[in-house]
């Protein structure tokens, strides 16, 4: 089996190319992200190996069953960014569901403390040797209420960390877990109450902009909002709105509606075009990272992994229990 892997980085390398021999497979490393203009790269591969930001289309699928490639190697959970109607019947679609919850859960909360307690800022004051400590305090948050939004893998372990912290934790989900020990709410009640808020759902029809004018005019004033999730979760105007009316305390994005376009690239020496995105980076109380909430060594390997058990499933034709299909997984 020969595989095009795309986007390829240097630590995608780290984990894949001695994995990939152990399991014999060929991998063709490409650095261009996948789009209709470069699927031709995966012309006399069997495979093609896809990241988050890909476009995978229907243009870009056509394309690769016409070239004979199989199969389609998600080296993520999420599938948001296939059209998987265009896949029916010629091309079978393999993820990673679950690699480390636990990494982006620990991001999340990093996250959230980072902003709440301005450590991003007392970073960069301490290192010009400025000690004052103005403008930087935060809240305690033992005791203060902690909405969680999608209570699957991650969200789950996100409960447990922010329960460490003491916090009470209210929960949305539309499918909840009974077992888990929380108080589920609706989401209106969830924004009501929250005094820190964090997305762990995907992105689907159902949930995109689930973050918008109307939630946020719902949420208190003086709220976090942590999204380490999908960038399509939040309208970015709306949100934009709201950190000029000065609802936030702080918003804290791993991941961004437009980040396809910027996010895992270095593009400080260009002039960026994306308005809201410089808007974002303006306000003092919002945190950007580049959709880096699952990079930890551990979690590579996991995917490294999977992804590669994935084909192997595939190609000897076992279950394949990481397939994911119209009708979701
Ligand atoms: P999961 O499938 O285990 O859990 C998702 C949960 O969201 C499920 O319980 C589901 O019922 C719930 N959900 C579905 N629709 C909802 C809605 N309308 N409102 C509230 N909840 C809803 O997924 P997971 O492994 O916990 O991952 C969650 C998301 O995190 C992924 O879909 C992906 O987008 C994102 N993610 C981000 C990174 C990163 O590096 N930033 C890494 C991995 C995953």
Not at 196 to 222: A, E, F, Q, W
Request: with cysteine; glycine share 6%.
């Amino acid at each position: 089996m020969k595989i095009a892997f795309y986007d390829t980085k240097d630590y995608d390398k780290l984990w894949f190319e001695p994995l990939a021999k152990e399991y014999g497979y060929d991998v063709v490393f490409y650095e261009s992200r996948f789009v209709s203009d470069t699927a031709i790269l995966a012309n006399g591969c069997d495979a093609a190996c896809l990241f988050v930001n890909d476009v995978i289309d229907e243009k870009s699928i056509n394309m690769l069953y016409d070239m004979g490639v199989k199969v389609i190697l998600l080296r993520c959970a999420g599938y948001d960014n296939i059209d998987l109607k265009a896949c029916e019947g010629k091309i079978t679609v393999l993820r990673v569901p679950s690699y480390s919850p636990t990494a982006v859960a620990e991001y999340a909360a990093a996250m959230m403390l980072t902003l709440n307690r301005k450590i991003h800022k007392a970073y960069t004051r301490t290192r010009e040797f400025n000690f004052k400590i103005s403008g930087l305090m935060g809240i305690t948050l033992r005791g203060k209420v902690a909405g969680v939004i999608g209570t699957g893998k991650i969200g789950k372990v996100m409960i447990e960390i922010l329960k460490g912290f003491g916090m009470q934790i209210l929960a949305f989900d539309p499918y909840p877990d009974t077992s888990l020990d929380v108080e589920y709410v609706a989401l209106d009640e969830l924004l009501k109450r929250s005094d820190v808020i964090t997305l762990h759902c995907p992105l689907s029809p159902d949930t995109r902009y689930i973050i918008n004018k109307n939630s946020i005019s719902k949420m208190k004033d003086g709220v976090i909002l942590v999204n380490t999730s999908r960038g399509g979760l939040v309208d970015t105007q709306a949100l934009i709105d709201g950190l000029r009316a000065g609802k936030f305390m702080g918003v804290a994005l791993d991941v961004y509606e437009e980040e396809d376009e910027y996010f895992f690239e270095d593009r400080s020496n260009d002039i960026i075009q994306d308005n809201e995105l410089i808007k974002l980076m303006a306000y003092p109380n919002v945190l950007i990272t580049s959709h880096q909430a699952f990079f930890t060594s551990e979690a590579l390997e996991a995917i490294a992994r999977t992804t590669l058990e994935n084909l192997k499933a595939f190609e000897e034709g076992r279950p394949l229990e990481n397939e994911v299909t119209l009708q979701g997984k």
